[in-house]
C-alpha cells in the first residue's frame, strides 16, 4: 500500500463527482427545455492487483449517457402544428441553414417534439432553425410507395398559403321522383327540367340540365320517360351528352321504382350499381340513378315532380386558410370552400438502441453505429407510437431527484477533498520523521 495511491483515488474522485456535478447542471438548466433528455452519470471502480497482501486504491471513473428512450409529459398549446411523438419513435427534422444552402438532400435528424411554425418561404420550421421533413403527395392526395430504410424521398415540408384548389366534380347521386300521373293517356306529355351544378377540372361552375319527357299511351299509361342530359359547356340545345329511357315498374310491391333503363346515348346505364357515365367538359362524370327495384335515385309516384335529393363531390376554387397534422403524421391543407387536401406524410423514425444516439444542439439526434440503423414507419403502426399535435413533450428532468444527488454529490466531493487533505498531513508528518 502507498500513500499516494489514497492521493490519486481522493484525486479521482473529485473530478469524477465534478462530472456528475456537471451532467447535474446541465439537467437543472434545461428542465424547462421541452424535449430535453436528462444525463445520467455512471461510477465505476478501478481495482488495482494486490501486492504482497497489500493494497492499492484504485480510484473511481465515471461514464456518461442521455437517457433519450426516456420521454417527459405532454403539455398542449394552441398551436396546431406543435407536435410530440406519444410512445416510441422520432420526428425527422434538418438543419434550415443546409436547406437554405441548397443541399438537395439535407442530413436528416431526429427529434421528439417541436414547435412547427410557417416561416416567410413557406417551410415549417422551429424558431431554432429545425425544419419539418415528410413525404410529398400525389396531386390527388394519395401517398406513393416511398423506401423506408432511406432518408432520400423526405424533402422540407413547405406551405403556400396562398395556394387556391378544387375539386372537379366525379360523381353525382340523384334522388328525383317524377309524377305517376305525367305518364297517363290523359296528361299534357310536358316535359319537366331540373339543373344539377358541377365543377370541372378547372373550378369552373358549370350545369347539368335533366330533361325528364313522358311518353304518352293513346290509353292506359306508359310508366316510361326520356332522360336527356345536356352539359351547359357545350352547345347544350343540340348536343346532349346522353340520352336513356327509363321504364318504371308498376306491379305491387314494386312500384314506382326503376323497371329497366335503356341507352340511347351517353354510357351505359350499369344495372348493378344504379350507375350511368356521361362525359362532361372536365371528363367522365359518373350519375347515380338507382338499381331496378331499389326506392333510392329515380321513382315514379304520386302526381307531383319532386327533387328529393341530390349529392354530388368536388368543390370551387378555395385558398387554403390552415395546415394541421393529424396522429398518423398526414399533413392536412384545410381551404376556405371546407375541403381539405393531404399534402405531405411525416414519418416517425425507429432505431434498435436510442440511446446509442449522437446528441447534439437543439435537442436533436444523428443515428450512429451504436444506435443501428433507421427505419420508417408510419405512425401508429409497428413499435412506433403515434404523432400528437398540439402539444409539446415538456423536459425530461425531475428537479426534486437532481436537487437530491447535488447534495449527495457535494457531500462526495466534500469527502473526497478531506481523503486529500488526510494524505497531505500524513506527507508531512513522514516528512517531520526527517527533522
Known amino acids: 500500500m502507498t500513500i499516494s495511491s489514497s492521493l490519486n483515488a481522493g484525486v479521482s474522485g473529485l473530478a469524477a463527482n465534478a462530472t456528475r456535478l456537471g451532467t447535474i447542471s446541465d439537467n437543472i438548466a434545461n428542465s424547462s427545455t421541452s424535449g430535453y433528455k436528462r444525463v445520467e452519470t455512471d461510477f465505476s471502480s478501478m481495482v488495482m492487483a494486490s501486492n504482497g497482501g497489500g493494497y492499492t486504491a484504485g480510484g473511481v471513473r465515471t461514464t456518461t449517457q442521455r437517457l433519450v428512450d426516456q420521454s417527459g409529459a405532454l403539455v398542449g398549446t394552441t398551436n396546431a402544428t406543435d407536435l410530440a411523438v406519444r410512445g416510441n419513435g422520432f420526428l425527422p427534422v434538418a438543419e434550415a441553414t443546409e436547406v437554405k444552402a441548397g443541399a438537395e438532400n439535407p442530413q436528416m435528424f431526429l427529434t421528439s417534439t417541436g414547435s412547427f411554425r410557417v416561416d416567410a418561404n413557406g417551410y415549417l420550421k422551429t424558431e431554432s432553425g429545425l425544419m419539418l421533413l415528410g413525404w410529398p403527395a400525389s396531386s390527388d392526395g394519395t401517398m406513393p410507395t416511398y423506401p423506408r430504410d432511406s432518408s432520400s424521398s423526405l424533402e422540407p415540408i413547405q406551405i403556400n398559403l396562398n395556394q387556391f384548389t378544387s375539386e372537379p366534380t366525379t360523381t353525382i347521386t340523384l334522388g328525383v321522383n317524377l309524377p305517376a300521373t305525367g305518364t297517363d293517356s290523359t296528361a299534357t306529355g310536358d316535359p319537366v327540367t331540373q339543373s344539377v351544378e358541377y365543377f370541372d377540372n378547372l373550378g369552373r361552375s358549370e350545369n347539368l340540365t335533366m330533361t325528364y319527357t313522358p311518353t304518352i299511351p293513346a290509353t292506359g299509361s306508359s310508366n316510361e320517360w326520356t332522360v336527356v342530359i345536356s352539359d351547359s359547356a357545350t352547345d347544350a340545345a343540340s348536343n346532349p351528352i346522353g340520352e336513356y329511357v327509363v321504364t318504371f315498374d308498376s306491379s305491387s310491391g314494386s312500384g314506382g321504382s326503376i323497371l329497366s333503363v335503356a341507352t340511347t346515348s351517353g354510357g351505359t346505364y350499369d344495372p348493378l350499381t344504379g350507375d350511368l357515365i356521361v362525359n362532361v367538359n372536365g371528363g367522365p362524370l359518373e350519375i347515380s340513378i338507382g338499381e331496378p327495384g331499389s326506392n333510392a335515385g329515380l321513382t315514379q309516384v304520386g302526381d307531383r315532380f319532386q327533387p328529393l335529393n341530390i349529392s354530388k363531390d368536388g368543390s370551387p376554387v378555395g385558398k387554403m386558410t390552415t395546415v394541421e397534422v393529424d396522429e398518423n403524421g398526414f399533413v392536412h391543407a384545410f381551404f376556405d370552400t371546407g375541403i381539405s387536401k393531404t399534402i405531405y406524410q411525416v414519418p416517425l423514425v425507429d432505431v434498435p438502441n436510442p440511446n446509442g444516439m449522437v446528441a447534439m444542439d437543439k435537442q436533436i439526434y444523428m443515428v450512429s453505429p451504436e444506435s443501428g440503423s433507421f427505419f420508417l414507419w408510419d405512425a401508429g403502426d409497428g413499435p ?31 469527502s473526497n477533498a478531506k481523503v486529500i487533505q488526510t494524505v497531505d498531513e500524513m506527507l508531512q508528518e513522514t516528512t517531520n520523521i526527517k527533522r
Open 384 to 414: 412506433v407510437g403515434d404523432v400528437v399535435p398540439y402539444a409539446r413533450e415538456e423536459s425530461a428532468t425531475d428537479v426534486a431527484n437532481e436537487l437530491t444527488a447535488m447534495i449527495q454529490t457535494q457531500r462526495a466531493y466534500s
